[in-house]
Structures are given as C-alpha cells and as structure tokens.
C-alpha cells in the first residue's frame, strides 16, 4: 500500500500553511469517498481510497495559486498532470497517479482541452476506473479556498460549478452523482 504520508511530508512541510490547506481539503474527501464506499457498498479497499484522495492534489504546491498558498509557477490546471508526474516518480504507482491525472473538473476531454486552449497535452483525462470516479466526484464538494469549510457544498452549487465549463462537464458530473448517490 502506498505510504501517502510519507509522500505528503515530501512535498508539504510541517508546519506551512500550504499544508494544513492540503490535509484539510484531502481529508474531508478521503472521509467523504469512504463514506460513499461503504454506503453504496462498491467494494473499494477503503486503505486504497483514502491513500488515493489524499494524493490526488499532491502537484498543487508547483502551481500559482497564491490564495491557497501556492507559490509555484505553473497553471493550477495543470496540477493533476504534475501530481501523477511526481507520483508515477516516487513510485506511488499507476493507480494513484491516475487519479491525480483525471480528478480535475469533472474529467477532461481532448476537444474540451484543444476548444479551450487549455496549457495541458492533449488527450482525454477522463476517470475510467470506480477508484478515480469516486475520487473526483467526492472532491467536487471541498474548497481548497475556503479554510474555515467544514460542511460539503450544497448539490445545487457543485452543478453551478461544473455548469460553468460546459453541459458535457454537467453530464459527466451528474452521471457520477446518479453512480454515487
């Protein structure tokens, strides 16, 4: 099993506000995911759930999003593909990595990213596997931005949010929550 904590202590140092905002955030959809899991009873190893929710923004601290202290250089879109990066690196493994790569939005496709002219390769970064679904899925309710969140955003919200990037974006996000909920 993959010892996330030990990749955490990696990238975050103790004691930084960037890391407190990155535990916070991971564990709520880490308990989130499990809850899931074991309400719907999909099976998942509830070890591997929450290893890969709380590796799944591991590539944030490269990224230029200063609200949430990050002070890196990069586009914050481009976290998922720098956190499977460091994670296929380190040796965290494929699965993990995967979930990085396609938690972002409610995945990405290669038409979405080319129309868009978003800085990623293009191709589709879509969650296949139930792991990645429901890693994506549970993150859409936790603000990174928000330090004093503590509850999950309203259903009404989230579909606000992915409304935002497209009916296709709306789609995959509601066919995650029909799976989910």
Do not use: W
């Not at 590539?59 to 990069?74: K, L, Q, W």
């Not at 969140?149 to 259903?155: C, G, M, N, S, W």
């Amino acid at each position: 099993m993959t010892n996330y904590q030990e990749i955490i202590d990696r990238y975050y140092p103790a004691g930084s506000a960037l890391r407190d905002i990155y535990l916070r955030h991971c564990s709520q959809v880490a308990d989130m995911a499990v809850a899931i899991n074991e309400s719907k009873a999909l099976g998942l190893d509830p070890e591997q759930i929450r290893a890969a929710a709380m590796l799944h923004d591991i590539g944030i601290y490269m990224c230029d999003a200063p609200s949430i202290e990050c002070h890196g250089t990069e586009p914050y879109i481009r976290h998922g593909i720098i956190g499977a990066k460091l994670l296929r690196g380190c040796g965290a493994g494929e699965i993990m990595a995967r979930v990085a790569e396609r938690h972002t939005g409610a995945g990405l496709t290669a038409d979405e990213i080319s129309h868009s002219g978003l800085p990623l390769p293009v191709r589709d970064y879509l969650p296949e596997t139930l792991l990645e679904r429901l890693i994506c899925y549970a993150d859409k309710f936790y603000s990174k931005s928000s330090v004093t969140a503590t509850r999950p955003k309203e259903i009404d919200k989230v579909r606000a949010q992915m409304a935002r990037f497209g009916e296709a974006s709306l789609s995959r996000f509601d066919e995650m929550r029909a799976e989910f909920e």
